[in-house]
């Protein structure tokens, strides 16, 4: 969408000389989006960012500990992201804080996508410390083609 968006704006700007004033807002608000919803999934997959170096050096005894560290760092990551999003959301509702520029919608309906994003992140570590306690495999491995670096 976001790649429409500015693929559109760049041929009305170059070929009609008439550019959408809007499209770069609505594409960064649907950026912050993407980002904040796609999180929790690239969790679950085991794809986000992580410290292979060191993970790949331990024993695979080892290994469920540093998983369940890593799962108890992304839980609690998500539980501030849910926390702090949530009231910085309600703050700008209590306001009535609107974005500046072209597109002025509250403020909130973005920042909602916090407290949405780490809900989901949370309940992921929750689901991966609960695999891990009962001795499965992660939830999903990542996609076949993508090489991890070892």
Do not use: C, K
């Not at 959301?89 to 072209?102: D, H, K, P, Q, Y």
């Amino acid at each position: 969408m976001s790649l429409a968006l500015i693929a559109w704006a760049v041929v009305m700007r170059y070929a009609f000389n008439r550019p959408p004033a809007w499209v770069d807002d609505a594409v960064g608000f649907l950026l912050v989006g993407i980002v904040m919803l796609a999180a929790a999934q690239v969790l679950r997959r085991g794809e986000h960012i992580s410290v292979d170096l060191l993970a790949s050096r331990l024993s695979p005894r080892s290994r469920p500990w540093a998983n369940a560290w890593a799962a108890l760092a992304a839980l609690t990551a998500g539980l501030v992201l849910a926390a702090n999003g949530w009231s910085t959301a309600m703050f700008s509702r209590s306001l009535g804080i609107v974005a500046e520029g072209n597109v002025e919608i509250p403020v909130f309906w973005v920042q909602l996508a916090l407290p949405l994003g780490g809900a989901m992140m949370a309940l992921v570590a929750l689901e991966s410390l609960a695999r891990l306690a009962a001795g499965e495999p992660p939830a999903e491995e990542p996609h076949a083609g993508v090489t991890r670096p070892e």
